[in-house]
């Protein structure tokens, strides 16, 4: 992957975005506004949850939402960045510009994705300097080094289920399954809103099949209780199962998509 | 001319295949529809070969095939001796398909910061190959203008622009003056005999017969995905002769 078209893909991006400069705006009021609501609902919920929420630093449910809710922005940009990417090039016609450029498929993908990562992660650090500014957010005690490897631990397990669902669009069109069964699933199951624990057992049983569910654990962990990479393991362990499966595969479904799609030319259809 | 052609069609067919969820269930997903059959032809260096028909006759497809944007059920292509199959990304560094799709453009950025995207795609520096370009398509003082500002038919030079960064020796053209007023047609028509003057191959699809006049090559028409080039004798009337050749029946081989 030649660097200077990954830095035209970043270029590229960074200007669209730039062209709409309000977004930059309400994009932060957005996250502040779902902060204050959340800071009022943790000062209700305060005390019958707390046997709860006692494994997350002590600070009650507002610094263990705004880790759950800074992390699932991240991972819709995992699970949807790849398939809207790929839709947005196949309705206007730029997919095909760009594959008649002698540049591989796989580099068009990934570096078409790169900005809305780092997007992403800036989003992150918003949530926790606004957290922690204005909402007295507990980041003393955080362990940053872990934070960052549960970051792209998520994004390698996430990825994954991103690029199998563009592969289904790239044939189908339409009506994908997998990002709309995770990402439902993992906002319910995952322990974004609410710790595991109130979930009855065999609910439970099914969270732990998601990799959501360790992701927002080990950030947790990291950012509340300042746990190192090391006593992280069964989260690095977890996730790093889900990424060293699900990469090879999607890329393999993703390589035969694009033969379908280039045999039943589909690549300009939308 | 030279002996190894520019391009080079062999026994071409293309079936596209209608994929349903019933079909796929019932086992009948093999339907389908042939968009080409059976096409041959070789273009050598420097020649234009013009590829009419009616819509829905498989042109495009013909054109998307040889810039490997779709893969042939049969058959072979290969442009200056190198199979499409097998060396992709050679190939394209020696095709430029104008793509003649407004849309196929970024709106919000410049026509310069566009150009540059597309010429890093194609391993170039844009502060060196965009310049020339622009200046022969005359399009300079529209750089610094956002793409969606512009008219379609500077839209459609700046498509030929983005074709043309990376110098390549063959062509492929959609239908470059559909959409166009008779001015804008006029003028992408004179930038075509200009390109066509520096020795260019071309492959251009059009419904325009007065293209074919004004820049003159070979002739190819194409129905229901049969491929027939087209022998005029001198003086003959185009427009008569092609209303002739869609009303028949166009067999392979014949």
């Known amino acids: ?74 991972q819709n940009v995992a699970l949807n960045s790849i398939s809207r990417a790929v839709q947005y090039g196949m309705y206007t016609g730029t997919l095909e510009a760009m594959l008649v450029t002698p540049t591989p498929i796989s580099t068009i993908v990934f570096s078409s994705v790169l900005y809305q990562f780092v997007s992403a992660l800036l989003s992150i650090l918003v949530y926790l300097a606004f957290g922690a500014l204005l909402f007295g957010f507990p980041l003393g005690q955080a362990d940053f080094l872990s934070a960052a490897v ?40 995952a322990g974004v809103y609410f710790p595991l624990s109130v979930l009855p057992g065999w609910l439970q049983v099914v969270s732990f099949f998601l990799p959501f569910t360790h992701a927002l654990e080990g950030l947790r962990q990291a950012v509340l209780n300042g746990r190192t990479v090391m006593e992280l393991s069964t989260q690095v362990m977890v996730l790093s199962i889900f990424a060293i499966i699900l990469l090879p595969l999607s890329l393999a479904v993703f390589s035969y998509a694009i033969h379908q799609a280039k045999r039943l030319g589909t690549l300009s259809q939308f | 001319m030279g002996t190894t052609p520019a391009v080079a069609v062999s026994r071409l067919s293309k079936f596209f295949p209608l994929i349903t969820l019933r079909r796929l269930l019932t086992g009948t997903w093999q339907q389908g529809v042939w968009a080409l059959q059976e096409v041959d032809f070789e273009l050598f260096p420097g020649e234009v070969l013009f590829i009419l028909g009616p ?28 199979d499409t199959a097998r060396f992709p990304l050679q190939v394209k560094r020696r095709l430029g398909y104008i793509t003649c799709n407004e849309y196929s453009f970024y709106g919000r950025l410049t026509g310069w910061r566009n150009l540059a995207f597309f010429a890093q795609l194609q391993n170039l520096d844009p502060k060196t190959v965009i310049p020339p370009v622009v200046e022969t398509l005359r399009l300079t003082e529209y750089l610094d203008r956002r793409f969606f500002t512009y008219s379609t038919g500077i839209k459609r030079r700046l498509d030929i622009a ?10 492929l053209l959609d239908e470059p003056t559909t959409n166009l007023d008779p001015l804008s047609a006029a003028k992408v028509r004179q930038l075509l005999i200009e390109i066509q003057a520096r020795g260019k191959t071309m492959i251009i699809v059009t419904h325009r ?28 009337n185009l427009e008569e002769l092609y209303a002739r050749m869609v009303e028949e029946n166009i067999h392979a081989g014949s």
């Open chain 1, 1 to 74: 992957m030649r660097v200077h078209k990954v830095a035209a893909f970043f270029v590229r991006d960074l200007l669209w975005d730039l062209s709409y400069p309000l977004n930059f705006f309400w994009r932060g009021a957005s996250i502040f506004f779902s902060l204050v609501t959340f800071y009022f609902l943790g000062r209700l919920v305060i005390g019958g949850a707390s046997g709860h929420l006692a494994a997350y630093g002590g600070g009650g449910y507002f610094p263990f939402v705004l880790v759950g809710l800074a992390l699932a922005g991240f």
């Open chain 1, 150 to 189: 549960m970051l792209l631990l998520t994004l390698l397990a996430h990825l994954p289920l991103g690029i199998l669902s563009a592969s289904f669009l790239l044939i189908f069109k339409r009506g994908d399954p997998i990002t709309s069964l995770v990402g439902h699933l993992s906002a319910l199951l």
């Open chain 2, 55 to 82: 819509n829905g006759s498989g042109k495009t497809t013909l054109v998307k095939l040889i810039a490997g944007l779709l893969a042939p059920t049969n058959g072979r292509i290969s442009v200056h001796g190198l």
């Open chain 2, 162 to 171: 983005r074709g043309l960064l990376h110098q390549p020796d063959i062509l």
């Open chain 2, 209 to 236: 017969l007065e293209e074919v006049q004004k820049l003159g090559g070979r002739v190819a028409i194409v129905k229901e995905g049969r491929f027939q080039e087209v022998t005029r004798e001198a003086g003959e």
